[in-house]
């Protein structure tokens, strides 16, 4: 069975740009949960979606937003993008919402220069 | 909400040296995971263990759920073990993330 797959691996983009992030879930997962990793922040909590639906929302500012499609493939968006978004962008799938056993995909490392 | 807090932050070992890593975590959890961050960023699962007891080959995991924590025990480290290895909590909530232990194995 095919992983998490995520895409770009890697993107630079400018301060003010925006980003789309893409993430496929392992077949048969419905839930998809985002979390963003800096050196000083680590690993937090960005959003979850499960059946098309934001479960919870991590403590980001609204710049940042996701969706989730029918075929449980999820996209997040970063608007207007600042120095301190530089990142890697982690998705991870789960067969159901809650968080549980959680299946992580290679992530996207977000330059913003 | 739930704090989690990893002990030690920093290992280095002999390659062939055993090693554990601990896990205290705040408030109940019904859900517990250890992972592996190799050297690309990939985050890879080790144990899925809200409670209990579980092994796979060098690796082995312990949960005691009502002590508040957890216990991942490498033997026989091998230079491929290094990365940093999490721990992450919930309770049908998102997954709260340790710091991290870093591991380095040294040949």
């Known amino acids: 069975k095919a992983g998490v797959t995520q895409t770009p691996r890697y993107l630079i983009k400018t301060r003010g740009q925006q980003v789309t992030l893409s993430c496929s879930p392992i077949?048969?997962?419905?839930?998809v949960s985002w979390y963003q990793q800096t050196p000083g922040q680590g690993l937090q909590f960005l959003f979850e979606?499960?059946?098309?639906?934001?479960?919870n929302k991590g403590n980001f500012p609204g710049r940042f937003s996701g969706r989730q499609f029918s075929n449980s493939r999820s996209e997040m968006n970063v608007s207007t993008l600042e120095l301190g978004d530089s990142a890697l962008y982690l998705c991870?799938?789960?067969?159901?919402?809650?968080?549980?056993?959680?299946?992580f995909g290679p992530g996207t490392r977000l330059t913003v220069t | 909400g739930i704090q989690v807090e990893q002990s030690p932050p920093d290992l280095i070992l002999q390659e062939g040296a055993n090693s554990t890593l601990r896990c205290n975590f705040s408030?109940?959890?019904?859900?517990l995971q250890w992972f592996h961050q190799n050297p690309w960023g990939q985050l890879i699962n080790l144990f899925y263990?809200?409670?209990g007891t579980k092994q796979n080959g060098r690796l082995s995991a312990t949960t005691v759920a009502t002590e508040r924590y957890s216990l991942l025990y490498i033997s026989s480290s091998q230079t491929t073990d290094s990365g940093v290895y999490f721990c992450?909590?919930?309770?049908?909530?998102?997954?709260?993330f340790g710091k991290g232990t870093r591991l380095s194995v040294i040949a």
């Open positions: 991870a799938s789960s067969l159901e919402a809650g968080g549980f056993e959680q299946y």
């Open positions: 263990i809200p409670s």
């Open positions: 992450a909590v919930g309770g049908n909530t998102p997954l709260v």
């Open positions: 979606y499960f059946s098309e639906t934001q479960r």
């Open positions: 408030d109940s959890v019904n859900n």
């Open positions: 077949s048969g997962h419905r839930s």
